[in-house]
């Protein structure tokens, strides 16, 4: 996707997502940028996209959204052992409420194959509480 068409996207979306304010939001998907080069990225150029980045960050600080995954693992490196001349990159994320963050989400990091994306994955631990006699 062209820089300026991911910047578009992510304000528009912004605009939309203004009609379900008090909704929880879960936003998934391939944003094609990285937000930290260091953890974020191994091999290949040196460029984030700023504009879109931007973009994303200002969404993400209007409806109070985290990146689960580097909530959970705030200086974990994509992928250990990962030869340098390989290029693999975290560009697929997954934001939430910062409310939703607790004991009962998981999330991991998994190489894809045949891709120089990592995915994330998302786990809900839902937890019913026992029913009385009277259900």
């Not at 200086?75 to 004991?103: A, C, E, W």
């Not at 991991?108 to 029913?131: E, M, Q």
Request: aromatic letters at 12%.
């Amino acid at each position: 996707m062209h820089i300026w068409s991911q910047y578009r996207f992510l304000v528009d979306l912004q605009n939309y997502l203004h009609n379900f304010q008090g909704d929880t939001i879960i936003i998934g998907g391939n944003f094609n940028f990285v937000f930290n080069l260091d953890l974020d990225k191994v091999g290949g150029g040196r460029s984030i996209s700023f504009k879109a980045r931007k973009a994303c960050l200002a969404l993400m600080s209007t409806f109070d959204l985290i990146d689960i995954w580097r909530e959970k693992n705030p200086l974990s490196k994509i992928l250990h052992g990962v030869p340098m001349s390989h290029l693999v990159s975290t560009v697929d994320y997954i934001l939430l409420f910062s409310r939703q963050i607790n004991s009962n989400v998981s999330v991991y990091l998994s190489p894809c194959n045949k891709s120089d994306h990592s995915f994330v994955k998302l786990a809900f631990n839902i937890h019913s509480d026992p029913r009385g006699p009277g259900y």
